[in-house]
T-cell receptor
């Protein structure tokens, strides 16, 4: 059984650029949630994808967007990067579109915006 | 929206001590998650529980749904238990269905000294 994987591990971008982060869900899981974790803070919910549709969204602007593919892997896209977007981005997969199921987290992508 | 409070924020103990970390939340839930995060990022799901008590090795998690309170205990603590422990609950940000992700506590930074 393959766990949740994320790529890249680390990324450095400059303000105004665009970035794409990738997540492969655990085998058999059709739901992926994305979280942003600023340094010293708890993760904040960005959005969730369930069967290729956005299934819920936190308090993040539209420049944060995502996709889920037929194999249930997912992408997080951030346009017009700002310095405050520097954070650890975590994805978590679960077997269905609910926060009541166990979430399996990936190792995260650390994004630095200069 | 669910609010989560964890205590203590920081805890330093000697190897072998019994550790207790507490979590309180504001909105009734059907499941609570305990997570572990080591320096460098990756989050591991320790427990998801909706009632009573769960045990895994030296870790024990309890929840009191009526009091909206959960505890994580570590018996015979070891330096490798040093990590940030986070509790998380469904956010309940949306009233019309759809996923709302998890709301996380700020975490308890645990250091076990040899």
């Amino acid at each position: 059984e393959t766990g949740v994987t994320q790529s890249p591990t680390h990324l450095i971008k400059t303000r105004g650029q665009q970035v794409t982060l990738r997540c492969s869900s655990q085998s058999g899981h059709n739901t992926v949630s994305w979280y942003q974790q600023a340094l010293g803070q708890g993760p904040q919910f960005i959005f969730q994808y369930y069967r290729e549709e956005e299934n819920g969204r936190g308090n993040f602007p539209p420049r944060f967007s995502g996709l889920q593919f037929p194999n249930y892997s997912s992408e997080l896209n951030v346009n017009a990067l700002e310095l405050d977007d520097s954070a650890l981005y975590l994805c978590a997969s679960s077997p269905s579109g609910s926060s009541y199921n166990e979430q399996f987290f990936g190792p995260g992508t650390r994004l630095t915006v200069l | 929206k669910n609010e989560v409070e964890q205590s203590p924020q920081n805890l330093t103990a000697q190897e072998g001590e019994f550790i207790t970390i507490n979590c309180s939340y504001s909105v009734g839930i059907s499941a609570l998650h305990w997570l572990q995060q080591h320096p460098g990022g990756g989050i591991v799901s320790l427990f998801m529980l909706s009632s009573g008590k769960k045990k895994h090795g030296r870790l024990i998690a309890t929840i009191n749904i009526q009091e909206k309170h959960s505890s994580l205990h570590i018996t015979a603590s070891h330096p490798r238990d040093s990590a940030v422990y986070i509790c998380a609950v469904p956010s309940y940000m949306y009233s019309g269905g759809g996923a709302d992700g998890l709301t996380f506590g700020k975490g308890t930074h645990l250091i076990i000294q040899p």
